[in-house]
């Protein structure tokens, strides 16, 4: 089997979680978004999933705007979106953007990467141009493991506080990103949206369980991991966000 990297955007790594992300996502949101949305930005769009989940539930015509800081994931995610839609690519900061004309703004597993400073420009772009945000699959902070082990809870501890590292919000993020529409005056609806994976994900627990130990022991060192743990389920918690004017 070949090794999947989970450490960063790889688009193997992209691959392999979309089918969990796909069954996740928290699609009664979509039913309360405005009619006809047209101009669709995905911010971090990766290998184009959050488009050929949306883009099917959404009426058309669309015209997609794909925003990403990695040139071969918006080359495949160009590629790859469905048919009738019209794509568009920019390497930009997503934290930065003019958004005004655009119909929605959308992203998946992005805020918890972000700073306060940076969710905040963000809120204020989606709040200037009046334009609803539809933002998946956030982390809250938890995981299960099956079967569990004594370590757990320090070891999802340390996790976290890796998120949190160079002031990225991490679990906390959905949180504030509410409170920040909220602020202005907005509709925040709130879903969660668990990956929750059983013997059919094999590969997926795999990857995701070596690169969530990778992260917890590279903050704290000194954590001790039961070596060649067998691991047969797991649920991973996140948040889907749904911001409205």
């Known amino acids: 089997m070949t090794t999947v990297d989970s450490s960063g955007y790889a688009p193997e790594w992209l691959q392999l979680r979309e089918p969990a992300d796909t069954a996740a996502r928290a699609a009664d949101l979509v039913a309360l978004l405005p009619p006809s949305p047209a101009v669709i930005r995905d911010l971090g769009c990766g290998t184009g999933a959050m488009g050929r989940w949306l883009g099917g539930r959404l009426p ?83 995981a299960q493991i ?14 976290n506080d890796h998120q949190r590292r160079d002031g990225k919000l991490g679990p906390e993020a959905v949180a504030f990103t509410a409170a920040e529409f909220q602020r202005h005056g907005w509709t925040v609806h709130t879903r969660p949206s668990p ?44 948040q889907d966000l749904l911001a409205l004017p």
């Open 146 to 159: 099956g079967p569990a082990d004594a370590g757990d809870e320090a070891l999802n501890a340390a996790f």
């Open 60 to 142: 058309k015509p669309q015209r997609w705007i794909l925003h990403d800081q990695d040139p071969r994931l918006l080359e495949i995610a160009a590629r790859s979106l469905p048919p009738g839609i019209s794509v568009e690519t920019e390497q930009a900061d997503v934290t930065r953007l003019d958004i005004n004309g655009t119909s929605l703004v959308t992203a998946s597993a992005l805020l918890d990467l972000l700073t306060q400073e940076e969710i905040q420009r963000l809120v204020k772009s989606c709040v200037d141009a009046r334009c609803p945000a539809l933002l998946t699959l956030s982390v809250t902070g938890s």
């Open 195 to 238: 990956w929750r994976l059983g013997p059919e994900h094999r590969e997926l627990i795999d990857t995701w369980y070596r690169g969530f130990v990778a992260a917890a022991r590279e903050q704290d060192p000194s954590l001790a991991v039961p070596q060649d743990r067998k691991i047969t389920e797991v649920t991973v918690h996140h």
